[in-house]
């Protein structure tokens, strides 16, 4: 049976069986309950969905050997763009269906359901060419052993972060790791449960300048800065010159705020400059009102504008008991 036909069946829905009614007649055999619970129409009805879907795909393509066909086909079914990962992962040309569908496999037996590997293979497609033993199985190691993450849980964050399966566990993860700890960063499963970002990315070429720009570009102490990165972890995820350069200079120069209310409100880089920050800013600018920062940001647009009229009140009042 060619692994498209495979995938295709895998992900169709599976006829729910007949419920069956008790009868004095002696028990069938599992055989004949099979044959009693699916009908010959149901069991017909999949077959032809499944050469039904394996042949409109088949459409597309041109004449290719039946290995390429059926390897191209497999990675469709999965929800894979076979061409944008071939462009991802050019070893992915010469990898035979065969090792593909042992990795698919491996991953499955790990709780990676078969409807997860659209986004998981689309955004990491150098893992359909990964050595189980050697690269898939120290990563699912690593989160078991080194962050303590239960197997129930290992599809939560590969899902979260599946390039966390394209990294090396020497080379990526564990610097990352021993790195984040270093810094304060105590609750490894709860770090790899909400910020598995946070462990592919590089010490040296993202984790590190970034604590460094906080630091020294702010003008705030280093201790000061991994307080901010350990309140909000997002941080380190954040562009040097599209994110704290140009939201810090608008806190400075328009608000009139400084390194004191970052290091209060961290969270102020996750707004948006141009959709939150200066909006509700110029808002409460115009209406003579002064909001802390985290109230200002934080709100919904229905209670900011309830603030803004409280303020307004209140100060309507003040005036005119003076």
Do not use: W
């Not at 229905?302 to 100060?315: D, L, S, V, Y």
């Amino acid at each position: 049976m060619p692994l498209c036909s495979f995938y295709a069946s895998t992900s169709l829905p599976v006829a729910k069986p007949q419920q069956s009614v008790p009868s004095s007649k002696p028990q069938p055999t599992a055989a004949a309950s099979v044959a009693t619970t699916l009908p010959t129409r149901t069991v017909m009805t999949t077959s032809m969905s499944t050469s039904t879907a394996t042949a409109a795909l088949s459409l597309h393509l041109p004449e290719l050997p039946s290995q390429m066909k059926d390897k191209i086909l497999s990675l469709e079914l999965m929800g894979v763009d076979y061409g944008r990962a071939l462009e991802l992962n050019p070893s992915l040309r010469d990898a035979s269906p065969e090792s593909i569908h042992a990795v698919v496999s491996f991953l499955q037996s790990r709780g990676i359901q078969f409807k997860d590997l659209g986004r998981v293979l689309g955004m990491c497609p150098s893992v359909l060419t990964a050595s189980v033993r050697g690269d898939l199985r120290p990563v699912f190691a690593f989160l078991s052993d080194d962050l303590g993450v239960p197997e129930s849980a290992h599809r939560r964050v590969v899902i979260k972060c599946p390039r966390v399966l394209a990294c090396s566990v020497r080379d990526q993860l564990r610097p990352a790791l021993i790195y984040l700890r270093r810094l304060g960063f105590r609750d490894t499963r709860a770090l790899a449960l909400q910020d598995p970002i946070l462990l592919v990315s590089s010490v040296e070429r993202t984790l590190a300048p970034k604590l460094e720009f906080l630091a020294s570009g702010l003008g705030m102490s280093r201790d000061d800065a991994i307080a901010m990165v350990r309140r909000c972890p997002a941080l380190f995820t954040f562009s040097v010159e599209r994110n704290y350069k140009p939201k810090f200079e608008y806190l400075v120069d328009a608000m009139g705020g400084g390194v004191e209310d970052v290091k209060a409100f961290p969270q102020y880089f996750a707004f948006s400059l141009e959709k939150r920050i200066a909006p509700r800013h110029r808002a409460a600018q115009d209406a003579g009102v002064a909001l802390p920062l985290p109230d200002m940001l934080k709100a919904t647009d229905e209670e900011f504008a309830e603030m803004i009229g409280k303020e307004k009140r209140m100060q309507g009042r003040a005036a005119a008991t003076d």
